[in-house]
């Protein structure tokens, strides 16, 4: 394996472990049920202040709630293709 290669590997193991320790992590620390309906959150204190600092923009949340459409849209047109192939 080259050196470059080897420096990618590592850079995506230490990720992978980034992420397996974030996700331990948002399950345990300061896990309250202030979410709707009463859920459980990680990270309340957290998040809920930056929540009371940002508040609630519906226009930002109708553009990304659309925008989710997006992935759909293109795998349908790959889906269509490969139909017609």
Do not use: E
């Amino acid at each position: 394996m080259k050196k470059n290669g080897k420096k990618n590997l590592l850079f995506g193991v230490i990720l992978l472990a980034t992420f397996v320790i974030w996700t331990a992590l948002i399950q345990i620390v300061d896990v309250q049920p202030l979410g709707q309906n009463g859920t459980n959150i990680g990270f309340a204190t957290f998040n809920c202040w930056f929540h009371r600092l940002t508040g609630v923009h519906m226009t930002l949340y109708t553009i990304t709630d659309w925008m989710g459409l997006v992935p759909i849209v293109v795998c349908l047109i790959f889906a269509g293709i490969g139909l017609v192939q």
